[in-house]
Structures are given as C-alpha cells and as structure tokens.
C-alpha cells in the first residue's frame, strides 16, 4: 500500500504516536466488513471500528408488530415459525417480530454465488427425488403388462410426477431463504437476533443490541447450501424507533472495506500491510443503497452527515460521486457544505474517474468548495509492485483520473494521492486482499494522510479547523513534473511540510477561515463563478473584464468583536503576462473587491492556465490565502480552405502523456469522424480518444450526448475510423494519449472531419394526424441520408392517487437548529396490459438527471406489482427499467426536505412511464405533402449536396398499438443519417373511433335507454371503487341493494357483487365465518350463473353464426361476455366449496361446517366431482385468460388429489409456475408446496415457501 510517495511512512516512523490516534474517521461508502482482517483493533489497542451504520433504509426491517412470548418460552415469527427463544431477560414477556429476505441485504456478487451454491444443493436432491420418481414408474410397468382404464389413470398419473420434477427443475430462480427477525427489551437495552438459518431454535443466537454499544456482529454462514461457510457475509444491527424498525448494516459491496483499510488498516503482526494511519479509529456508513447496485442517494448522505457529527467524526472519506448538471448547486452540497464550515468535520473525497479530458470532474468532491477534492497518481514503485509492469516509468497520473476546471472554473481537483493499493476486503469476496485503483483509491489514501496530520495537531494542542488543514495540504503540496494543473491540482499531498505548515502558522491572522475569492459579474447554475474558465470560441476572441470579489467566511457563531479587528494587507500575485491585477487590497472582515482583465488574444491555439492568488504582504511564506483560477481555450479555427477538416500529423505517442486539441466546431456541424492511421508497430498499444464538449443544461460526462470515449487497440498499417456527435458553435476537446500502462511508444496520424445533416430545431418532433414537415440541411458537405421514424415505448402520464407528507424521525433524521426532515409520498395507480412481460421506465421528469444537484434532498422511486411485491427502485439520477407482468401496479415516490413548503408543491407531480412495445411501430416519411397526403411514394432518404436543403414528411403510425389509450404518447426517434443523427419523435395518441356495432347499437336504442343505462353503469363503477375500498364494505352493500332491486338480472352487476365475496379469508377466521363467507360466495355465483343462462348459451354455441352480419355480431358479443361470467361463477363456486373440505386429500366436510351445503342424497366427494364435470363442460383452460386458467388449475388439483392423483394435480399447477405469463397466486403456491409436503418433496415444499414470502409480502416494505 504506498504510503511513502505522501511522506506518510517516513512521519510515522518519525513520529510513532501520531498514526491517526485520537481521530475518528467516517467512511461514507458501501459499508465496511467488521470483520475485516487488519480492522480489528487500532495500533494502540483500541477497536478499530467504532461504529457501523446503514444509511440506505435497504436493511431496515419492519418490527412494528408485537406478540406475546408464549408457552415453553416460544413465539410465531412471520413466516410461521414456532421460534424457539434463548434464556433471555425479556421483562414484559412481549417481542417484535419481523421478517427479511435474506438475498435482499447480500451484495450483488454474493448474490450470484450463494444461488450456484443453493442451485447445487437444491438439484442435487432433486435428481434423487427423480430418481424414485422413474424407479416407481419402471416398479409399476413391470407388474401391470396389461393395465385396465382405471389403472392407465394411474400410471398417467405417475408419468405426470416426473413431468412435474422437470418443470419444477426448469422454473427454478432461487428467491432465497426467509429470514425471521425478534426484537426485544432486556430492561436495559433493545436486543435483537436473526433465524440465519431458518430453522426457528434461537436458543444458541447471542442477542446483539446496538454495535455501537458492545461492537458485536454476526456472521452469515451456509443457507441452507452445502457449505457451512458458503456466505461469510459480516452484519450488525441498529434499532429504532423503539423497536418498531431493526436496521441489518451489512457491504452493499467489497469497496467500502478496501477504502477502510488504505484509511486506516492495522495488522499488529505485519506493519509493512498497514494502511495510512493505523491507529485511527473509523465508523462505517453504507451509503451504496443495495436496492440500487450500491448506488448513493441523498437520503443515505445526509443521515451519514447527522450521525457521524453526532458521534465526533474529525474526517470523512467519501469515495463516491456521479455526474452532475448544476455547478455547486443542491441540496446535499448545501448540506455538505454546512458541515463542514459550520460543524468542523474535514471532508475528503474522489474526483471521479471520467478523464483524461478536461472538465471531467464529479460531483459532490469537484463541486463543493467545502470538500477536498483527490485525483489519482501513479508512482514508480507503484507501478513495479502492484501492476508488475517490466519497465519502470516516470511518476504520472492515471489515464482515467478526471480533470479539472469546474464548468464555472474553480480547481475540480484540490490534490493528488496515490491512487491503487492492495488492501483488505470482505471475506464474502473469498479474498483476503485485492488489488483496487481509482481515485476511490487515491481519496482515502489522501484521507489517512489528513488523519495523520490531525493526529499530531491534537497531540500537539494546535488549533485548526478544516479550513486551515486544506489551506496547509494545498499549500505545501509537491509539484509532478510534467503533470498539468488540471491533473494535479495543487500538487501531490505532503504529510510532513503540512504539519509543519499548521504548527508554524497557527497564530496567524485568518489562518483558521476560508477566505473565498469568486466573480459576482459571471454566473454559473445561479451563483457567483468561483474561477474563471474562458471556453466558448467567441469569448475567448476577446477581451474580458470582470470583479473579482475577496471575502472571509466567517462562523455564524464568531465572536463579533473577531470581525471588527479582522484586517489583512493582501499582495496579489499571478504569473501571466495576459491576466492583468492590482498589486495590493487591504482585506477587511466584509470583504473586498477588484477589477481583474484578462486579454487572451495573443495567446496561441490551446490550453492555458494561470492563478490569480492573495498572498499576506507580511508573511508571504504562508502561501497563497485565496486563489482563483483561470483557464483559457484557444480553440483551432478551421480555414475556409480545410474543408472542415483537421490533420493532426503523424506523432510518437508514449504512455501516460496526454495530448490535447481544442477545436471551434463549425456551424452547421452534426458530427465529427475520427480516422486513425498507423505505421510499422511492435508489441500490442492501447490509445486512448476522449472526445467532449460542454454542452449547457446537458451533464457534463457519462450523460453527456456530446462525449466520447474509445480505448483503441492498435494494429499495425491499418486505419480506424471512430464517430461522434458533435454541436456547431462549441469547443470541441479531443484528448488522445496512450494508456498509462501501454508500454512503449506507438505513432499514429490522425484527421478530423466535421460532417453536417442539420434537421430543423425545436427539440422533439410532435406528430398529430396531420403530416408534419421536417427540414433537413447540409452545410459543410454532401450527406447521405437515411431516413425512418421507429416508436419503441409507449409513454403514459400518472397523477397521484394519494399524496402523504409526513415528519421522519428525530432519531435518524433531524438535522441541527431542530430542522425536521420530510418526506412526501405520491402512490400512482399503473396497468401493465400486456400479455407478455414488458420493460417499463418511470420518469420523474424535473426530478430526473440530478442528485447532488437537486434542490430536494432525495428521491427514490420503488414499483410493486398488486401484491405488494417490489419490482424495481430507482432515484433521480440514472434511467432504471423494471420488468412488469401483466397486471395492476402501485409507484411509490418519495421525495424528501426540510422545508415542507417546497414538498406540498409536489402533491399533484405527473410522472411519466414508458412502456417498451413488443414490437416497434413505424411512422412513415413522403417526400412531399401531396404524397403524404394520397399515401404516394415513400421517401428513405439519397444524397443531399453541400449547402442543399430538403423537405419530407412525416406522419405517425397508423398501427393499433395495444394499452394505448387516448392522451397517451409513441416514443421513438427519427433518424436522418447513418450516425445517431437522432430527432426525438413523440406521437399522440387519437381517440379510437367508434366501431360500425357500437354505433348500430347506440342507434336501435332511446335516449332514455342511453341514459338509464349510462346511469346504470356509472353506478356499477362505484360498485366496484367501493368494493376496492375495504373500509366501505356498508356502502357497498346498501348501493348493491338497490342496484339489485332495479337490475336482478343484469350480469355485469351480477358478477360485481360476486366479486365482492369471492375473498379467502385469514388464519384467524373460524369455521362459522368461513362457512358464511363460502355459503354467501355459492349464492352469489349461482345467481350469475342463473342470469347467465347456461341453456340458451348452450343452444346458441350449439348452431353457426354469420361474421358479417352486425346484428349476428352483437349477439354473439353479449353471448361471449354471459359466458365469460357463467365460467367465473363455476369457477367461484366450486373454489369456494372445496374450501368447506378439509384440506386434500381429505374428502370430508371441515370441523363446523354445517352438512346443509352438499345437496340431499350427495358426498361432498360426490358433490365436488359434479361442480368440476360442470366446469369440463364449459372450460377449454388453454383458451381462457390467465386468472382463469389459475383458478381451473386449483379446482382441477383439488379434485385430482381427493381422487388419488396428485401427479396430474402439481403437473398442471407447475406448467403454470413455468408459464412466463403466470401470475402466480398465494393460493396455487400453498397448493403446490402441499403437495409437495405429501410427496415427501422437503426441498421443493421449502422452495416455494421461500417464493411465497417473494412474492406475497404482507406490507408494503418500509424505505427509509
């Protein structure tokens, strides 16, 4: 791990008391394994990690119900488990219970390796239960040569147990086992334990309380594998909200453990594998949400912000960041901000790994002038013992480190550190070390650096705040040779000069504040610009004049008297001949400015950069006390007669060294093309193209339409040819360079070429029934077009159904000055319509693209099918598809503040969600309008000449795409030319017109008639919101009467109320109850099943019908919905009559049930048989609707299994379970693990279990 490039080996050796003792270091990242190898303990004995934390909400289980502790000290979990308690002080004799997934809170890699392991484990009994299977198949043929109707049955019987084995082998996905959760109150403080193992005897567990107070923590082991040791997955527990939430903190990934250990890592028996600074203590906080692949969310910031001041946190490290939109802007920077200038807590973090180009940096560490901001170096030592290059090369930075300027023009990168190191990880990764680098790597190296430094400044009684710490690391950072600013920023971190630097000037004028320096004139995302970053061709053409504004950053809590006498003679210093300053400004407590000009006309084409710094006039070796930076592009102007090309000549590339071009891309361009030519090569070279411009309201990098990035394996003698988007008017920066660890040199000529295919302005294309025209225009030189306009999603728009705001907890989430933290709830009511699976995306729109940005807090969305089940989650950043069956679907928003104000502006948020066709629909483009007009000749695109413009058409689809629905939008883009020339193309939705049998039937009818029936219907709707409603059930009842009474034969009422009672009751409900809700579901089915008509559907299906004929059609419509009903009500029926049967294979009535529901003279077997030889008669199960098909499925299982079959019972059960269609119930999954249970199938009877508890959570889960 290197440590001597910073100096931070040879200050330990110097000073071995000031490793890091006294400083507590917070680790905002994936979570950190608490029982890491070298994290146990801290140099001077104290334990290593104080305290682990989740502030995702991904491993909060809900706790909030409480049972009593029962007979032989037991208790029924959530999952049905009799658990089993230890000898534990539980006073009240009352527990909380709760219940969690176990692969919900396991990383992503673990995932995948515990369910091989499982797999293994679970096929492995599943061939032995084949196995008997096929010998009791072989048994039977061998003793039955010549078998009878009835004993063909059976044998059938026997080939459908195996068919059944090999559907259940085929739709196996592991779900993972179920975890129960007991909380409780030992009288001193909350405890809580986990069933791992889900075996209910706890009697072994040690309760673990907070880890904060005893430091305990578990170890995930087998589930159920093969391997007792298969997880080795670390986890603690939290407890809130008085025992109603239990938090399971464990790694959202290997990441955060490896950050720890480059910290602060200690290995008492091997000191050479030490981190940076080995007796610093650290708590862990999981950030990386696990529910979004370890991504952050402000939520999970800022509870980490309020907990690690709350427990005395002198630094934090932060090894994450995303792109960003809005220069030092956002909530969460805010509060970033806040604590560190108000709070006192250092904070450190990576600047991102989108480089080489400029203006690469992420965000929160490039955009926060509170935070320090760490690229990535690379040494040579380095290079020889962690990579095992064969050659040496000088010290350089990583090829991937991002950039500065800031968009506004402020540094991006404060400081470099080594940026790879082998350090410790999980041992769920089955590792104990592993290499890593990134400036993840670089940032907590940097880190354990200021950990040091604070170290000896509390051992040593200076003062400092993090303001002073930064001023002193910048300040004596060491130069990189060769390394641009962009890179380095101020330089390469030095442990030793910096503590000097603190000692030597504690007692110094202002030594303790941020003194800021910013341009009032020039605004950036709405503030002041913190550098000066000259970019735009035009601009950099001329002369520019601005203020410069000087101010101290005073504590709102200084001592008034401070500012009064607070006064610096400031010289200002800048070491360029075309930045012009004064000289000299007196700094007063409120601040000072100046007129600073910059003339950058003769500066030649490039990239310039220079300082413009404040130095104390009486003691000028402090260093600089404020600095803005400048940066200057001189993009190359292409000549009338380039032809709109560049050649770049033919240059020896080595690795690591960076070679930039700025162009002014010219008007009218659309994109550039690449063309790399090589000559004579040895050995294999990797070359680098990292394309970008700046593009204003657009992410800077990663979103960026306008980048590109190529890592190009060079061949000898051959021509690569790479394209990219591109805007006319911009600077165009085009980095090529060879990879840092490309060894050799390599010489490669390259040439741009801008093309242009300009399409008309105005951003989305919006289609209507009319033909819209597009205009297409090449300025710069003859184009190819191809041309076609394809739809692939269909976009609906949601308005809430409920907006809820409610107060969060103190505990978790108050922030200082008793500022409360809200949090709105918008539900929305979604319909997936088709029959397959489809991809959906929810689009917050306005919330989306941003998170450190974002003037809210957080955002997190979360989808759950009608069962509660969630199917996906997803924040405001990146684009999240969930995949969604067919069906009814809850979103849930949840949008997060302080200031409620801002969130009750937000009740009535519309979000959009697009929904992929299984087919993509095409528009169609004419050359002209008459064509678009008559349906003429199609137009596909040809050449247009230079400077030519051209008019086509486009008109929408006329394809009837199924869900769609009037208001609704296509989705698609129309594309002009070969390469991603792209226009977003939106269709509306027309309203269908309606059918020629409608209108007929509209017409043979009254206007009277219409209105009663329209009334009629209006109030069925009704029926059914308030059937929907469980707590108008009274309601319901009086409206279904009075329907009833006007309407007694109408089915469509009919089947309402049927609905109504076709419900199964719960485990509490007694055999009285449940006969009543039976009895009152069969009156109601036989009084559809009256109003249906079976005799009259039977002579009407029983003759041939005209198709052309409307009259004939209107008939055999209302046919079809009577017999639609009269299927539901068998259905219903019988279901609800196998419920008065105990359970199968039983025949019998249950205890209770009064004898009066069979018919006179019948068994309930007899009677059973009857209601499914009915069923037979109507039902063609592979014709019917999926629900349909499920419930004929139960009946048909229940009927085979109280007839000896239970083969062909789970045979029919699990072609649903592998139907990718099926909607599979509660009720069929009970049904298939009965089954099983009777077979003596243990594995697959705990399989189901564990899927029923996936897909039918009781509650909706809790978030945050």
Not at 617 to 641: D, H, S
Not at 768 to 777: K, M, N, T, W, Y
Not at 807 to 818: I, N, S, V
Not at 891 to 920: S, Y
Request: net charge negative; with cysteine; glycine share 8%.
């Amino acid at each position: 791990l290197p440590k001597e490039e910073t100096g931070a080996a040879k200050f330990v050796q110097a000073n071995p008391t000031c490793d890091g003792r006294g400083v507590l270091v917070a680790i905002f990242d994936t979570g950190v394994d608490p029982a890491a190898k070298g994290l146990q303990v801290t140099s001077d004995g104290k334990p290593k990690i104080v305290d682990v934390v989740d502030c995702t909400g991904s491993g909060d289980v809900d706790t909030s119900e409480v049972r009593d502790v029962g007979e032989g000290n037991t208790v029924k979990g959530l999952t049905g488990r009799t658990l089993k308690l230890g000898d534990w002080s539980i006073p009240t004799k009352k527990v909380h219970v709760g219940l969690k997934r176990i692969l919900e809170i396991c990383p992503g890699p673990l995932v995948r390796r515990l369910r091989e392991d499982r797999k293994e484990a679970f096929l492995e009994k599943h061939r032995a239960a084949v196995t008997a299977a096929q010998r009791r198949l072989a048994e039977w043929d061998a003793v039955h040569k010549a078998p009878s109707e009835a004993e063909k049955r059976e044998k059938k019987d026997l080939e459908a147990v195996i068919e059944s084995l090999g559907d259940a082998a085929d739709s196996y996905v592991d779900p993972g086992p179920v975890c129960d959760c007991v909380v409780f109150h030992d009288g001193d403080k909350w405890r809580a334990v986990l069933d791992t193992m889900g075996q209910g005897d706890l009697t072994a567990c040690t309760p673990m309380t907070n880890f904060f107070d005893e430091r305990q923590h578990g170890t995930l082991g087998g589930l159920r594998t093969t391997k007792d040791s298969a997880a080795l997955l670390s986890y603690a527990l939290n407890i809130h909200e008085d025992g109603n939430v239990l938090s399971i903190a464990c790694d959202s990934g290997s990441h955060g453990t490896h950050v720890a250990g480059i910290v602060a890592a200690n290995f008492p028996d091997a000191p050479e594998l030490n981190g940076v600074a080995p007796g610093a203590q650290l708590i862990a906080y999981k950030i990386g949400d696990s529910r979004l692949a370890s991504m952050e969310t402000g939520s999970a910031l800022v509870r980490a912000l309020l907990h690690a001041k709350e427990r005395g946190c002198d630094v934090i490290n932060m090894s994450f960041g995303e792109s960003f939109m809005y220069d030092n802007s956002g909530r969460v920077v805010e509060l970033m901000a806040e604590f560190v200038d108000r709070h006192g807590i250092t904070f450190v973090s990576s600047a991102g790994n989108n480089g080489p180009a400029l203006t690469t940096i992420g965000a929160p560490a490039g955009t926060c002038s509170s935070i320090i901001s760490v690229g990535a170096f690379v040494s040579p030592g380095m290079m020889e013992v962690e990579y095992s290059l064969r050659e040496k090369l000088k010290p350089t930075m990583y090829t991937w480190s991002s950039r500065g300027p800031c968009p506004d023009g402020y540094w991006g990168v404060s400081l470099v550190a080594p940026g790879g190191a082998i350090a410790p990880v999980p041992a769920w990764t089955l590792q104990g070390k592993q290499l890593m680098n990134g400036t993840s790597m670089s940032s907590p190296n940097a880190c354990g650096g200021v950990a040091l430094i604070l170290s000896a400044l509390k051992a040593a009684g200076v003062p400092h705040t993090p303001m002073s710490v930064r001023r002193a690391i910048e300040n004596t950072a060491a130069p990189v040779p060769g390394v641009e600013p962009f890179a380095l920023g101020h330089g390469l971190l030095q442990v030793p000069a910096s503590v000097a630097y603190l000692k030597e000037y504690a007692g110094a004028v202002g030594h303790l504040m941020r003194i800021s320096a910013s341009l009032p004139g020039r605004i950036v995302s709405g503030k002041a610009a913190r550098g000066l970053y000259i970019r735009d061709p035009k601009e950099s053409a001329g002369v520019v004049q601005t203020t410069m504004m000087v101010r101290p950053e005073w504590h709102p809590e200084v001592d008034n008297r401070e500012q009064v006498a607070f006064e610096l003679q400031i010289e200002l210093r800048c070491d360029a001949q075309w930045v012009h300053i004064p000289q000299y400004m007196v700094l007063g407590s409120q601040g000072k400015g100046f007129d600073i000009k910059v003339d950058p006309t003769g500066l030649p084409e490039g990239v310039h950069f220079t300082t413009v710094q404040g130095f104390d006039a009486k003691q000028p070796a402090r260093g600089a006390l404020f600095t803005l930076p400048v940066t200057c592009v001189r993009p190359i102007r292409l000549a009338p007669e380039s032809d709109n090309r560049l050649e770049i000549p033919c240059k020896a590339y080595s690795p690591g060294a960076i070679d930039r071009h700025f162009i002014a891309v010219p008007d009218g361009a659309t994109y550039a093309e690449f063309a790399f030519r090589t000559t004579a090569l040895e050995g294999n070279h990797t070359l680098v193209l990292h394309a970008l411009q700046i593009v204003p309201g657009s992410p800077h990098v990663n979103r960026n339409p306008m980048e590109f990035e190529k890592y190009i394996v060079l061949k000898p003698n051959t021509e690569i040819v790479e394209r990219m988007l591109v805007r006319g008017g911009l600077t165009l920066e085009a980095v090529i360079c060879k990879w840092w660890a490309s060894l050799g040199e390599c010489s490669v000529a390259v040439e741009v070429t801008f093309h242009g295919v300009c399409v008309r302005a105005g951003g989305a294309l919006h289609l209507h029934a009319a033909p819209e025209p597009v205009e297409v225009h090449t300025p710069l030189r003859p184009e190819t077009l191809t041309v076609s306009a394809k739809f692939t999603h269909l976009r609906k728009f949601y308005r809430p159904k409920k907006a809820l705001i409610k107060a969060m907890t103190a505990e978790r989430d108050l922030l200082p000055l008793g500022r409360q933290i809200c949090e709105l709830e918008l539900t929305y009511a979604v319909e997936q319509t088709e029959k397959e699976a489809v991809k959906c995306t929810p689009r917050p729109h306005g919330l989306y693209d941003l998170l450190y940005d974002s003037p809210f807090e957080s955002q997190l969305w979360m989808v759950f099918d009608a069962n509660k089940q969630l199917m996906g989650s997803g924040d405001g950043l990146h684009t999240y598809d969930v995949t969604l069956s067919k069906g009814k679907h809850t979103i849930k928003l949840h949008i997060r503040h302080d200031n409620k104000a801002l969130l009750d502006r937000l009740k009535a948020f519309e979000i959009a969600v697009d929904f992929a066709l299984t087919k993509e629909v095409s528009g169609t483009t004419y050359p002209s309008l008459i064509d678009a007009l008559t349906g003429g000749a199609k137009y596909t695109g040809g050449v247009l000449q230079k400077g030519a413009r051209s008019v086509f058409h486009v008109t929408p689809p006329t394809d009837k795409v199924p869900g769609a629905k009037s208001g609704d939008f296509l989705v698609g883009v129309l594309k002009v030319a070969d390469h991603k020339q792209e226009v977003p193309l939106l269709a509306r939705v027309q309203k269908e017109e309606e059918s020629e049998e409608e209108a007929k039937e509209k017409s043979e009818k009254t206007d009277e008639e219409l209105l009663r029936e329209a009334v009629r219907d209006v109030q069925i709707s009704q029926l059914k919101a308030l059937r929907e409603d469980s707590a108008k059930g009274d309601a319901f009842d009086a409206l279904a009467k009075e329907l009833l009474a006007a309407h007694p034969a109408h089915v469509p009422l009919l089947r309402e109320v049927l609905s109504k009672h076709d419900s199964d009751g719960d485990a509490e409900e007694g055999a009285d109850k449940a006969s009543a809700r039976c009895r009152a579901a069969i009156a109601a089915a036989d009084a559809v099943i009256a109003a249906a008509g079976p005799g009259e559907l039977a002579t009407h299906y029983g003759v041939k019908h005209d198709p052309n004929d409307l009259a004939d059609k209107q008939v055999c419509k209302e046919m079809d919905k009577r017999k639609e009903a009269l299927i539901e009500a068998l259905l219903i029926k019988t279901d609800r009559f196998a419920e008065l049967l105990k359970p199968a294979p039983s025949t019998e009535l249950r205890e209770g049930v009064d004898a009066s529901v069979v018919p006179a003279g019948k068994t309930p077997h007899e009677e059973l048989s009857a209601q499914w030889k009915l069923i037979q008669q109507w039902v063609v199960a592979k014709d019917q609707k999926i629900d349909v098909q499920v419930k004929h499925a139960l009946i048909m299982s229940s009927h085979e299994r109280r007839h000896g079959r239970p083969g062909a019972a789970v045979a029919e059960l699990l072609k649903l379970a592998k139907s990718k269609e099926a909607a599979l119930s509660k009720k069929v999954l009970g049904e298939i693990k009965s089954i099983c249970e009777q077979m003596g199938w243990d594995h697959l009877s705990m399989h189901y279990e564990d899927l029923s508890f996936k897909l039918f959570p009781a509650k909706f889960p809790i978030h945050m």
